[in-house]
Nanobody
Framework: QVQLVESGGGLVQAGESLRLSCAAS??????MGWFRQAPGKEREFLAA????????DYSNSVKGRFTISRDNAKNTLSLQMNSLKLEDTAVYYC?????????????????WGQGTQVTVSS
C-alpha cells in the first residue's frame, strides 16, 4: 500500500505563492493528482498528471495559476500555486489514481494523503 504525505501548506496573503509537495513511499506508475476541500464543500479536483509527466489536466478554477509536476526518481509530486486567492483556502490532498488514465474524478483515485492546510488571507 503506497503512502502519500503532503507538506508545504501554510498561511499566505492573497497574491502570494506557495508550493506543495507530496512524498510517496514508493514508485507510482499511475496518474497522480491534487484535490482540495474547503469547509462545508465537496472535495474539488485541481490538477492531474500522467505517470510520465507528459500529460496534465487542470480545473478551470486554477488553470493558469497552478502547475502540477512530478519527479519519479524522487517519488514526489508537486503543486506550484501562484496568485493565490481567498477562495483557495482549503485542505489540499495529493492522490494516486487507480490507473494510468488522466482523470478528474476522486472515485478514480485509490491512495490519498492526509492533507495539508492552505489558508489565504487578505
Amino acid at each position: 500500500q503506497v503512502q502519500l504525505v503532503e507538506s508545504g501548506g501554510g498561511l499566505v496573503q492573497a497574491g502570494e505563492s506557495l508550493r506543495l509537495s507530496c512524498a510517496a513511499s514508493g514508485r507510482i506508475f499511475r496518474t497522480m493528482g491534487w484535490f482540495r476541500q474547503a469547509p462545508g464543500k465537496e472535495r474539488e479536483f485541481l490538477a492531474a498528471i500522467s505517470w510520465s509527466g507528459d500529460t496534465t489536466d487542470y480545473s478551470n478554477s486554477v488553470k493558469g495559476r497552478f502547475t502540477i509536476s512530478r519527479d519519479n526518481a524522487k517519488n514526489t509530486l508537486s503543486l506550484q500555486m501562484n496568485s493565490l486567492k481567498l477562495e483557495d483556502t482549503a485542505v489540499y490532498y495529493c492522490a494516486a489514481a487507480k490507473g494510468i488514465t488522466i482523470t478528474t474524478s476522486e472515485y478514480d483515485y485509490r491512495n490519498w494523503g492526509q492533507g495539508t492546510q492552505v489558508t489565504v488571507s487578505s
